[in-house]
């Protein structure tokens, strides 16, 4: 039965002809943004004067008047049912690790009782969701539900469109009656001024006048496909995100052939349509390719503000999988969906900018390499004396599985700067430059440094964290994680080095400001200098040596969430505003209870597995050799005999250890213990996948690794 359901599956997908037409590349984009509430919709709909002070909010300018609310609502509205909108939600990101939405149709009545279409000033600032039934970490009980969506006007209000119609979609913060945040939008506003103060105060020290900051993230999104009739025949892809049994297939990524290979017709028509959806939405997909793994794909935008970088990575993430459904595959977004081969992540490449100049980039006079050398200094210390908090902030039951594997970066964190970068920094602390071809005194401030172009470092798989020419890539998000938590994280903690280097600085009278400056970028460097490793992070070395150095190494989610109760890391966020009072506490119990449900909902879904498919299979079997034994010996047969022996005593061994292993893993669910039930369920698998070369293909009631991974 299982071999016939397999068989079928494979014979639907052999049997599909261009599931979807696989069109040529438009010749232009009028189109793109079309479904944007973006500048030119908002000079068509609302008058020059209030078009222009909505403009300035969205672009970080001034604070929104509430006074022009109306009118602005009134727009949308306009703009929405021309677009054939016929309802309205704030969106919004609760701490689920997806995206929340409530539709209410634009109905309202007039005075006179007569229908109308609206939407008011007060609908469009302010919703209420039920804040009870999201996780708040004890900030919400059962019978306290009020909570409250504001608008975030710097990120631009879209439509999604379904088959039926289309919604307006509005992004909001979500915050609880009583003020705590319940999402992870508030904390990157929060973090976000924050880091913007702090810049603009380094920036005074070094004469220059009040401007702009923009944080800039590209979120390098990866993923896998895998068709739908396969996926619905695996009970663990379905409710855990990854499979929990599956031998490894003899070939799968060794001879790195799938890794930016051609593009399969099916995989392309799916490729196009996503970035059909999501140019119309404005958002900048630039990059597709295949990735090492078979199966596996990547999607790279070009970078934006960090705000609506991460809005746009949340709605990436929502198409990609919609869209597979409209050509028969899955789209799996788990860190590690099947094991032995490459998993998943989310690269976070951020970058700062201050009036347009890219902090991270050298620059071409000395007073720029000055700034690119402190804002490089500060970023090192930064991530030095808060690794925990970053390890934190990519803590994941999927995570878990992913960091310090074959093509992710190891739990420890470690900046890598590259042998150019390495050289400059070298220089600071000797006090004199290595590459020229005359040996000199290197001043900080005075002279130029050896030009750096864009990438001027290789790159390094293994770094959780590079320099990469004139940003920093961290490596370790998850590939389902939204990229919200690490960034406020990395947002606080460069705020705080800022500030600690501007307080000195400060105090430097101005003949002395770049002997003072060279002093203390040399001084900061040096105590922090043991987070700077260009080497390879997977080796067994480097775990030594980071030991060594004394760099946290936090392997698994339940340790890597410690750092959010020490006491001097929520005094962090308080003091910069981030997160006030109990709210990084809640977050706390949030993701704790969150990682412990997954490994439950494993551990119970891996039960079924065993006792309902994979034992009735190979009992059946073992009974079936037991008989052929018996009959053969009852016959007089000699040959083959002690051959059918040892196939049954071997297959009969590995069902006793089977047995043994489903009634260990029950234990550890009916007593509900993490490590315990971690540690059943990777002992189990090893004795199923063994079991899976064993039993008779005909009769494995599970697709295997070598049909999903190759047929789609």
Known sequence: MSKFSRMNAIQSIAEIRDAAPLTAAPADIDFYGEDVFNDKVIH???????????????????????????????????????????????WFQPLTGGTAEKHDAFLEYDKAGNPMMELSGMSLIVGEPDASSFPSGGLRSTFEARGYTAWDPTSPAFIKRHANGATLCIPTAFCSYTGEVLDRKTPVLRSIQALGKSVSRLMACFGQSPKHTRVTMGPEQEYFLVDKEFYYQRPDLVQTGRTLFGAAPAKHQQLEDHYFGAIKPRILAFMNEVEDELWRLGIPAKTRHNEVAPSQF????????????????MLTMQILREVAEHHGLVCLLHEKPYAGINGSGKHNNWSVTYGGKNLLDPGDTPQENAVFLTMLTAVIRAVNLHADLLRSATASAGNDHRLGANEAPPAILSIFLGEQLTDVIDALMDGKSKKDTQARQMVVGVDALPTLPRDATDRNRTSPFAFTGNKFEFRSVGSSQSCSDVNVVLNTIVAESLDYLSERLEKLPKAKFNSGLQALLKEVISANRRIIFNGDGYTAEWQKEAARRGLPNLRTTLDALKPLKDKKNQALFARYGVFIGKELDSRYEVFKDEYERKI????????????????????????ALAKTVKTAKAIGMKAGVPALIKNVNRLGEYYSQLDEGIEVLAQAVEASEMSAIVEALAKLRVVVDTLECLTDDAQWPLPKYREMLFIY
């Open 44 to 90: 068509k709909y609302l008058s020059k004067p209030m078009a222009e002070k909505l403009l300035s909010t969205m672009r970080g300018e001034r604070p929104f008047e509430a006074s022009i609310a109306p009118a602005v609502a009134h727009a949308m509205k306009e703009w929405a049912m021309s677009r054939g909108a016929t309802h309205f939600t704030h």
């Open 600 to 623: 439950l909902i494993e551990g119970k879904v891996a039960l079924k597995i065993a006792r309902e498919s994979i034992e009735p299979v190979v009992s059946a079997q073992l009974l």
């Open 298 to 313: 990547e999607l790279a935008p070009i970078f934006e503000e960090l705000n609506l970088a991460i809005d746009h990575n």
